[in-house]
């Protein structure tokens, strides 16, 4: 299936969930906010949402300071 | 003629002096200030002129400080964001000096939470003083900001944000802050703002450390309704710490972002 991750066309295999997708990516997922589809997820959600063919996810990783 | 007194259109005699406007208006002045400058000596008043009189150390009254207080605002920008609403989550050295900005600028209501103390280490960026050390923060912030512009209504929550009490705090809100310290903090406040509070932008900071170049301190649209400010990646760590230009940069490009969004443009 082809996703668009971040605006860019993204190849992946099937299943897949929101959660697998951080751990491929290498991302915290106590660090990010993830978009799916114009919906924000919660943390708690995201091994429970398996990606679809044309799914469209923004991930967004923060950094400490303020 | 008209000239305008405290910010006020007012119609005067022709040829009536500086001085003698004084005498009229406020005898008590030391300070008489025509079209932006002070003048030391009195002279003719011409049609249009603006003139303020100030007692030194002295509170103007009510109904002449709001009117002298939002003089610099810009024509209709004021009357809209006057009524607008805005949430700030956290109070450190982004969310004081968002807080300031704002106050200054004549958002109307503004809504603070933090669980905070004002700690000695705060000050090399954060908007308090030496007094305040140990007070609350948004206690402190609020008395701050009443300095400032009384005509802001502060509503402060002194308590630590959770998943549980975020929606019900920061329902009211037009545009929301994220001001916090800690990269899970930060995302456990996207992800439960723009979930449960849905179709309200979320103006957020990331990368903001250290004394990297300025101008990698950027606004950009992350998501639908998520605008995220900062270079991005640099992390506050020991050896990197948050210092006030940088933190400030960031903490004014939030709040630049904010009176975009109350106002109709796009941030980024």
């Known amino acids: 299936m082809i996703i668009t991750l971040n605006g860019k066309a993204r190849q992946c295999d099937a299943p897949l969930t929101v959660a697998d997708l951080i751990a491929t990516l290498q991302l915290d997922a106590d660090r990010v906010a993830v978009e799916h589809n114009r919906i924000v997820l919660l943390k708690g959600d995201f091994a429970a949402i398996p990606l679809r063919d044309g799914d469209v996810l923004e991930i967004v990783q923060f950094v400490g300071g303020g | 003629m008209q000239i305008e007194i405290n910010e006020r259109p007012t119609e005067i005699a022709a040829g009536t002096t500086l001085a003698q406007l004084r005498d009229a208006v406020k005898p008590e002045a030391d300070l008489c200030i025509r079209n932006g400058h002070p003048e030391r000596e009195d002279v003719p008043l011409a049609p249009g002129d603006r003139v303020v009189f100030i007692r030194r150390g002295e509170i103007p009254a009510a109904e002449d400080l709001e009117a002298l207080l939002a003089a610099r605002h810009t024509p209709g920008v004021h009357a809209r964001i006057k009524s607008a609403t805005v949430g700030i989550a956290g109070c450190g050295g982004l969310g004081s000096a968002i807080a300031v900005a704002l106050a200054r600028t004549g958002v109307g209501n503004l809504i603070l939470a933090d669980f905070d103390l004002v700690e000695p280490s705060n000050l090399n960026r954060q908007q308090y003083f030496v007094d305040q050390i140990g007070l609350p923060k948004v206690?402190?912030?609020?008395?701050?900001?009443?300095?400032?512009?009384?005509y802001v209504r502060v509503t402060a929550h002194n308590e630590r944000l959770t998943p549980e009490n975020i929606p019900a705090r920061f329902a009211a809100v037009e545009v929301m802050v994220e001001a916090f310290d800690a990269a899970d903090q930060k995302a456990?406040?996207?992800?439960?703002?723009?979930n449960k509070v849905p179709g309200k932008p979320l103006v957020m900071g990331s990368g903001m450390a250290g004394f990297g170049p300025s101008n990698t301190v950027?606004?950009?649209?992350?998501a639908t309704n998520l605008y995220l400010?900062?270079?991005?990646?640099?992390?506050?760590?020991?050896?990197e710490g948050l210092m006030?230009?940088?933190v400030g940069i960031a903490a004014h490009h939030q709040a630049n972002a904010v009176l975009r969004l109350l106002l109709g443009e796009e941030p980024a």
């Open chain 2, 139 to 150: 206690l402190a912030l609020r008395d701050n900001l009443a300095r400032i512009n009384p």
């Open chain 2, 188 to 194: 456990m406040l996207a992800q439960v703002f723009l």
């Open chain 2, 218 to 222: 950027v606004t950009r649209r992350a």
């Open chain 2, 229 to 239: 400010i900062g270079d991005g990646e640099t992390a506050a760590r020991p050896g």
């Open chain 2, 244 to 246: 006030a230009p940088r």
